[in-house]
T-cell receptor, first 113, second 113 residues
Framework: QKEVEQNSGPLSVPEGAIASLNCTYS??????FFWYRQYSGKSPELIMF????GDKEDGRFTAQLNKASQYVSLLIRDSQPSDSATYLC?????????????FGTGTQLKVEL | DAMVIQNPRYQVTQFGKPVTLSCSQT?????MYWYQQKSSQAPKLLFH???????NEADTPDNFQSRRPNTSFCFLDIRSPGLGDAAMYLC????????????FGDGTRLSIL
């Protein structure tokens, strides 16, 4: 059973601070990693994806991947109240019919004024 | 804008009364997925299509079926909904069966009376 683990939170950070969200996964063969943002009652929205070890930056968001440690993280700089949401980590498994995502249960982020 | 569209946004049905949820996409993606997400849980993959090739997850109840009459549309049929089937149902697409990201529709929230 492939697993993706996240701290459920809530993670509270003050406005303007850096939020750090972490995720570990069990399948060493995983090749691609995704971060989705999900507001309450809404569907997941793709924020970042990363395939290679190291950092990938997009605006205020940085994804970090360490395959040796089976660890992926998301940093949000200059956190805003609008960033308050649940962040889902997802790990890809390629199957015969398509790419299957295994999701973590998400970390709830609260950005406080 | 190209997108994944789910209808209806909210669906109420009676215990045991068949219901169909709809998903359409203008992304021209080859792969379409159906997920079930219950409150505070990770999205759970029910099945997916690569073009016309149907792929069912081993633990998806027989009560759930799907149809993909063409590239653009995919349907989720619940033959005899039980109270435990109340959830958010998410449709997603990806371009190919490799490591590409999945893009979600807005979801359909299903309630069972």
């Amino acid at each position: 059973q492939k697993e993706v683990e996240q701290n459920s939170g809530p993670l509270s950070v003050p406005e303007g601070a850096i939020a750090s969200l972490n995720c570990t996964y069990s399948d060493r063969g995983s090749q691609s990693f995704f971060w989705y943002r999900q507001y309450s009652g809404k569907s997941p929205e793709l924020i970042m994806f990363i395939y290679s070890n190291g950092d990938k930056e997009d605006g205020r968001f940085t994804a970090q991947l360490n395959k040796a440690s089976q660890y992926v993280s998301l940093l949000i700089r200059d956190s805003q109240p609008s960033d308050s949401a649940t962040y889902l980590c997802a790990v890809n498994e390629v199957t015969g019919g398509g790419n299957k995502l295994t999701f973590g249960t998400g970390t709830q982020l609260k950005v406080e004024l | 804008d190209a997108m994944v569209i789910q209808n209806p946004r909210y669906q109420v049905t009676q215990f045991g009364k068949p219901v169909t949820l709809s998903c359409s996409q203008t992304l021209n993606h080859n792969v379409m997925y159906w997920y079930q997400q219950k409150s505070s849980q990770a999205p759970k993959l029910l099945f997916h299509y690569y073009d016309k090739d149907f792929n069912n997850e081993a633990d998806t109840p027989d009560n759930f079926q799907s149809r993909r009459p063409n590239t653009s549309f995919c349907f989720l049929d619940i033959r005899s909904p039980g109270l435990g089937d109340a959830a958010m149902y998410l449709c997603a697409t990806s371009r190919e069966r490799n490591y590409q990201p999945q893009h979600f529709g807005d979801g359909t929230r299903l309630s069972i009376l």
